[in-house]
């Protein structure tokens, strides 16, 4: 089933001197239960790809469907609601409100989809059990590691059920042993639980579990790799 | 994290930088202060000034014959047999009634001589009417007794007079022919007006109409209400009681000048408070806008999972509300704990008092704070508080989540 | 011994002339005033900023009714001044108007000297406003005086506290009067000097009234002409006599 699809994307820079053509004739699609990875050098146009793709930005020219409708037709607020209700994302850092603990992070976006309070809290307790990190459920982000915070961004990530979770460079700021679990993680939670991960990176130890790989340079596909 | 999301959020961002949140609301603290002090202090001076006319002798209502406000003369005078005051002390909400004989008259001593108005007064009543009897310093108020006379003691120094000495009167009758006799000073008063002090004598009713000719007529009915506020109502009343012979006139209308003064310092206590709100608004606006620039990746973060504009927009501005509510109920409570024992004791301004004293409102003012004013500022101070968030509140749903997130 | 003498002169004075007080002060008042009067009187008025003399023509009736007329410097000259009683009017040459002096203007000076309009004005009845004492006998300026204590009646509207009258014996004229408040301060003293004939009548023509409380502060006036008793047409002392230029 299709979740997202480019139609000839172009992304093109206008705010600096000179225009920065980040993206070229982008095609592609995701289906559920991929767990496909877009790698490519730095600059190579990831982050932009997947800020289009996760409704966060505007490409300059082509389509995106999410779930078959056009992305392009709809208003601030419906965009706002598509994020909420069907996306998950995990930045590189950062990903957390400094001042809610763990637990109350992950309800955040729950608060957000007006469930009742015992619902959110028996799947925030699940999300942060999937990811072993129960523990750390009312501690701030600045009492956590690195990678304890980046779990409980991906446990955020995928409470809500969403279709698809978008991670740019989620290990990049994490030692390999490190990445390497949360990783371990994540593919566990796409294969038991079939939730659909869209990963930028350039780290191998991504690209390597990657089941759909698409190599990226200079803003346009150079391959794409189906394990 | 439960009831309210918005207000929760909001409560912990202003936690999270407490210096910063304490700035505004000390700034806030000391706005409302500032502005329930200023108010208090000249709604207590002119409120004082009032009062202290009233008590001068303005009483809160004055009956003349027609045409004496324009013209002076002794020989507008009101016929003693017309019984005025008894029916005027009938009408209910009158408190007391004094008639006042009322000349421009001539004092001379030995040594100087002064223009000044007489009052000739029964003392008895001019006691519940007027407070000069309470202001006696030297000596003792009127008793009835023959030629005394009361006189301030910047017109006694002048006159190089004292207790005891005499002093002579010199006056027109009605007819215009000039009168002199002789009183001797019974009694010395220090009010808190330099000019009063210089410029009124009082002496018996009798000891003047005797000298002036006059009966039992005299020139005004100074009268006293239980209320202040009644007198409005109280004038019309009397007015068409006693016809159209008589001009009645409320403490507003005789002291027209001090009443636009008030007026006139209320208006300027907007502009104060206006130029405090301004000030405030901007303070508001700077560190507000600090702290979206400070949070742009969090919103951003906030945005991109699904944390609408108008929520954001909300957040901030809830921010600003509650720290400005805060303020303001702090404020209130310090300048309350300031101000209520101040209405008590009066704050002693002596070491600048001759010029108070000159203003006719006296060295020691006790603040009167209106109700319009805390209420306004209970309305207002809040709101100055979330217009000042307005524009960094913005400023922040202006940012794209792309560019908010990709800002290191 | 010069004592005892002096004494038994002063009884004998007393006792064979068999005035009192009363008499000595009327005969004095009246000596200098008259029932009526008319002459030339110039008033010099000398405070230490300026000295100034005033020429005057005047009219008197007793102490009812009076016309001043000045006569010179030129500034002044035709203003006029008419009591009638208690009440006081101005006549102003250069303007042509007539001001009635207001009760609050009776006690400013009369044209810059050290008398008030009410000076003027007054009726000083001395008899009737004052106790009158023989004290003693007293030489003043070589001039042997009585000495006359006058206090005022306790209602009396009359502004001091005490009045010290100096009478000559010989010619029972007034030489010194001094005028004190109520606490016996000395405010103002009058001397009557340089006795003249005037229509065969013996009077001080200088009269200098001496400020006590403002030093160098003296008016004196010079009689320079008098007639007393004489006929004076009541016309004289008319709105229309006191509006017509000269
Ligand atoms: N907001 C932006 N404004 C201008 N140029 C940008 C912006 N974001 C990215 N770019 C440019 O677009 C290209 C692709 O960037 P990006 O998508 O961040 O690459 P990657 O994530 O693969 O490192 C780069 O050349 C980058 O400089
Ligand atoms: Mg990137």
Redesign the interface.
Same mark, same amino acid.
């Given at each position: 089933m299709e979740i997202i699809r480019s139609e000839n994307l172009d992304k093109i820079y206008k705010d600096n001197w000179v225009p920065v053509q980040a993206l070229k004739n982008i095609n592609l699609t995701v289906k559920k239960g991929d767990y496909m990875v877009i790698a490519g050098p730095s600059g190579s146009g990831k982050t932009t790809l997947l800020n289009l793709l996760g409704a966060l930005d505007k490409p300059t020219s082509g389509k995106i469907f999410f779930e078959g409708a056009d992305i392009s037709k709809k208003t601030v607020k419906e965009l706002s609601g598509l994020r909420l209700n069907k996306l998950g994302f995990i930045f590189q850092a950062y990903n957390l409100i400094p001042v809610l603990s763990a637990i109350e992070n992950i309800e955040f976006s729950l608060m957000l989809l007006g469930k009742p309070e015992a619902l959110r809290r028996k799947l925030s307790l699940n999300a942060l059990r999937d990811l072993g990190i129960e523990e750390l459920a009312n501690k701030r982000p600045n009492e956590m590691s690195g990678g304890q915070q980046q779990r409980v961004a991906v446990a955020r990530a995928i409470v809500n059920d969403p279709s698809v979770v978008l991670a740019d460079e989620p290990t990049a700021n994490l030692d390999t042993a490190t990445g390497s679990n949360l990783l371990d993680l994540m593919d566990e939670m796409n294969r038991s639980k079939n939730i659909t991960f869209l990963f930028s990176s350039h780290d191998p130890q991504v690209i390597e579990r990657a089941r759909i790989l698409i190599r990226l340079r200079d803003g346009q596909i150079e391959s794409v790799q189906t394990k | 994290? &439960?009831k309210n999301?918005l207000i929760n959020?909001a409560w =912990? $961002?202003i936690? =999270?930088n407490k210096r910063r949140s304490a700035v505004v609301l000390s700034s806030i603290i000391v706005g409302v202060a500032a502005t329930i002090s200023m108010d208090g202090l000249t709604n207590g001076m002119t409120y004082q000034m009032l009062f202290n006319q009233i008590n001068l002798g303005t009483s809160h209502i004055q009956i003349h014959k027609t045409g004496y406000t324009d013209n002076r003369l002794v020989k507008n005078f009101i016929q003693g047999e017309l019984q005025l005051k008894a029916d005027i002390l009938r009408l209910p909400g009158v408190k007391a009634v004094s008639e006042r004989v009322v000349t421009?008259? #001539?004092v001379? !001593?030995?040594?100087s001589?002064a223009?000044i108005y007489v009052y000739g007064v029964d003392h008895k009543a001019e006691k519940r009417v007027s407070a000069i009897s309470g202001l006696i310093k030297e000596g003792n108020y009127l008793s009835g007794a023959e =030629?005394e006379v009361v006189v301030g003691y910047e017109l006694a120094n002048k006159l $190089? *007079?004292g207790l005891g000495? @005499?002093?002579?009167l010199? *006056?027109?009758d009605p007819s215009? @022919?000039?009168h !002199?006799?002789?009183f001797r000073i019974s009694g010395l008063f220090e009010s808190f007006s330099s000019g009063f002090d210089k410029s009124y004598i009082f002496v018996n009713s009798d000891d003047l109409q005797n000298m002036l000719g006059l009966g039992n007529s005299y020139h005004e009915l100074a009268i006293i209400v239980a209320e202040p506020s009644l007198a409005e109502s109280l004038k019309s009343e009397i007015r068409s009681a006693v016809g159209s012979d008589f001009e009645v006139k409320t403490y507003r209308d005789i002291l027209p000048i001090l009443v636009m003064q008030i007026d006139l310092s209320r208006e300027s206590m907007w502009i104060v408070n206006m130029i405090i709100g301004i000030a405030l608004v901007f303070g508001i606006i700077n560190v507000m806008l600090m702290t979206v620039i400070e949070r742009i =990746?969090?919103f951003g973060? #906030?945005? *991109?999972? +699904?944390?609408? &504009? +108008?929520?954001l927009f909300s957040l901030i501005l809830l921010e600003a509300l509650i720290i400005g509510l805060s303020g303001t109920i702090i404020g209130l409570v310090i300048t309350g704990l300031i101000h209520i024992p101040f209405s008590y004791t009066g704050i002693d301004f002596s070491w600048f008092s001759e010029g108070l004293v000159s203003l006719g409102v006296g060295a020691v003012i006790y603040p009167v704070v209106s109700y319009q004013t805390v209420l306004l500022t209970i309305i207002m101070t809040p709101m100055i508080a979330v217009a000042g968030a307005i524009y960094p509140a913005i400023k922040a749903i202006r940012l794209?989540?792309?560019a908010a997130?990709r800002h290191y | 011994m010069i004592l005892k003498l002096s004494f038994i002169i002063f009884f004998l004075n007393a006792s064979s002339l068999a005035q009192t007080a009363e008499e000595i002060i009327t005969k004095a008042e009246n000596a200098i005033k008259g029932k009526t009067a008319k002459g030339f009187v110039s008033m010099t008025v000398k405070t230490p900023d300026y000295e100034r003399t005033l020429k005057m023509e005047n009219w008197w009736i007793g102490n009812e009714k009076a016309l001043i007329v000045i006569k010179s410097p030129k500034k002044e000259a035709g203003n006029k001044t008419l009591k009638i009683g208690n009440e006081m009017w101005n006549y102003l040459r250069n303007t042509g108007t007539t001001i009635k002096i207001p009760p609050s203007m009776m006690l400013q000076s009369w044209n810059g000297s050290d008398f008030t309009n009410d000076d003027l004005v007054r009726e000083s009845n001395l008899n009737e406003d004052y106790f009158i004492r023989l004290i003693g006998s007293e030489a003043v300026e070589g001039n042997n005086c009585w000495k006359i204590e006058l206090t005022p009646k306790p209602d009396a509207p009359v502004v001091w506290g005490k009045l010290e009258y100096w009478v000559s014996k010989q010619e029972i004229l007034p030489v010194r009067v001094n005028y004190y408040d109520e606490n016996s301060k000395l405010v103002r003293h009058m001397l009557f000097s340089e006795n003249k004939k005037f229509s065969g009548r013996i009077i001080p023509s200088r009269w200098m009234m001496i400020n006590d409380l403002k030093k160098d502060h003296i008016t004196s006036f010079i009689l320079e002409d008098m007639a007393f008793d004489v006929v004076i047409s009541d016309n004289i002392f008319s709105f229309r006599e006191l509006e017509r230029g000269d």
């Open positions: - | 994290m &439960t999301l959020l =912990r $961002n936690w =999270r421009f008259g #001539l001379s !001593s030995a040594e001589s223009g =030629r $190089n *007079a000495n @005499k002093i002579i010199m *006056a027109n215009g @022919k000039i !002199s006799d002789v =990746r969090e973060v #906030l945005m *991109a999972i +699904g944390f609408s &504009t +108008g929520k794209q989540p792309v997130i | -």
